[in-house]
């Protein structure tokens, strides 16, 4: 399977995951979420581990990628489902397309990396894309208005978490470049999920060692969703394996769309007429970015 493939099953499974979690997990809180979207992978991942090199042979360096890594994960896992478990997918996904956008800079202070023309013309079409998916807000009438779609991101409680998970998420792809130096890509994918499931647990099941009945109460809704992101790790890191990551995030953030989509047919979100192309827009700027 080529990379392409690759990319686009892991936003089908990423976007699926989502969906599901809104659809079946309902009542759970973002701490039991997030044990469910790190954990449940991190064990059903473990036969990938049966390849990996002795963890005394990695180097120090790999260990500071790691533990600057695991917080921000847990700490971007936590926000990413209290906004799609409680707020419309429509107004939370689209807001990971920023992800590039801050990656600009990130990459930036920390690669050396510099945007080009077409890059910054991304940018625009973004922060176009973000203002028309709150264009209800602004009225024809009233040329003053036309502002209201950016402090409508901010007043938007679910739109703020993501931007903030977005900034994140900027962060650790651009880290994590440099911890998949020494590992191969789906061993990473599964050594690093094993790390997020173990730190889950310690964090938030063993204080409430209850959680693991409300999780086994739903056994098989829970048991699909970490199936979905068993799936979208897997593919991430073997389509990360066959081309440069710029080029599979890329594709991956169709899951954006998808997420609209989802929104709208399982969850009868209003308003994806005007949110669709929104969404769309966001997307045509991360891949010009990302070109």
Same mark, same amino acid.
């Given at each position: 399977?080529? @990379?392409?493939a690759?990319a686009?099953?892991?936003?089908?499974?990423?976007?699926s995951?989502?969906a599901?979690?809104?659809? =079946?997990l309902?009542?759970f809180s +973002? $701490?039991e979420l997030?044990?469910v979207?790190?954990g449940i992978?991190?064990?059903l991942?473990?036969?990938?581990?049966?390849?990996?090199?002795?963890l005394?042979?990695l180097? #120090?360096?790999?260990w500071? @990628?790691?533990?600057?890594?695991v917080p921000? *994960? %847990?700490?971007a896992?936590? #926000?990413?489902?209290?906004a799609?478990r409680d707020h419309?997918? &429509?107004?939370? /996904?689209?807001y990971? +397309?920023?992800t $590039?956008v801050f990656?600009?800079g990130v990459? =930036?202070?920390?690669?050396g *990396?510099?945007? !080009?023309?077409?890059?910054a013309?991304?940018v #625009? /079409?973004?922060v176009a894309g973000? =203002? %028309?998916l709150n264009s209800d807000?602004a009225r024809a009438?009233d =040329?003053?208005? @036309?502002?209201t779609?950016?402090a409508?991101?901010?007043? *938007? $409680?679910?739109s703020?978490?993501?931007?903030?998970?977005?900034?994140i998420y900027a962060?650790t792809?651009?880290?994590g470049?440099?911890?998949?130096r020494?590992?191969p890509?789906e !061993?990473f994918?599964?050594?690093?999920?094993?790390?997020l499931g173990?730190a889950?647990?310690?964090l938030?099941?063993?204080?409430r060692p209850?959680m693991l009945l409300?999780l086994a !109460?739903r056994f @098989?809704?829970?048991?699909?969703?970490?199936?979905?992101? !068993?799936?979208m790790?897997?593919?991430?890191?073997l389509?990360i394996? *066959?081309?440069?990551?710029?080029?599979?995030?890329?594709?991956?953030?169709l &899951?954006?769309?998808l997420?609209? %989509?989802?929104? +709208?047919?399982?969850?009868q979100e209003t308003?994806?007429?005007a949110?669709?192309p929104?969404g769309a827009?966001?997307?045509a700027?991360v891949?010009l970015?990302l070109?």
């Amino acid at each position: 399977m080529n @990379w392409i493939a690759l990319a686009l099953l892991c936003a089908f499974a990423l976007a699926s995951a989502d969906a599901a979690t809104k659809a =079946w997990l309902q009542g759970f809180s +973002a $701490p039991e979420l997030l044990v469910v979207r790190f954990g449940i992978p991190g064990l059903l991942m473990t036969p990938l581990l049966l390849g990996l090199p002795p963890l005394t042979d990695l180097p #120090l360096a790999f260990w500071g @990628w790691i533990a600057i890594l695991v917080p921000l *994960e %847990l700490a971007a896992m936590l #926000l990413y489902m209290a906004a799609i478990r409680d707020h419309p997918l &429509s107004l939370t /996904l689209p807001y990971l +397309a920023f992800t $590039p956008v801050f990656v600009i800079g990130v990459a =930036w202070l920390i690669l050396g *990396e510099r945007v !080009s023309a077409r890059g910054a013309a991304g940018v #625009l /079409l973004v922060v176009a894309g973000a =203002w %028309l998916l709150n264009s209800d807000h602004a009225r024809a009438s009233d =040329w003053r208005s @036309w502002a209201t779609p950016f402090a409508a991101i901010l007043d *938007e $409680p679910g739109s703020r978490m993501m931007l903030t998970v977005a900034a994140i998420y900027a962060v650790t792809a651009t880290l994590g470049k440099g911890a998949m130096r020494y590992l191969p890509p789906e !061993s990473f994918g599964a050594f690093y999920f094993a790390l997020l499931g173990m730190a889950a647990f310690v964090l938030f099941v063993l204080p409430r060692p209850r959680m693991l009945l409300k999780l086994a !109460s739903r056994f @098989w809704r829970v048991l699909g969703v970490g199936a979905l992101m !068993s799936l979208m790790v897997y593919t991430h890191f073997l389509a990360i394996q *066959e081309v440069a990551v710029a080029y599979m995030i890329a594709v991956k953030r169709l &899951s954006l769309l998808l997420g609209i %989509l989802y929104g +709208a047919l399982l969850f009868q979100e209003t308003g994806l007429v005007a949110r669709l192309p929104a969404g769309a827009l966001m997307l045509a700027g991360v891949i010009l970015i990302l070109l």
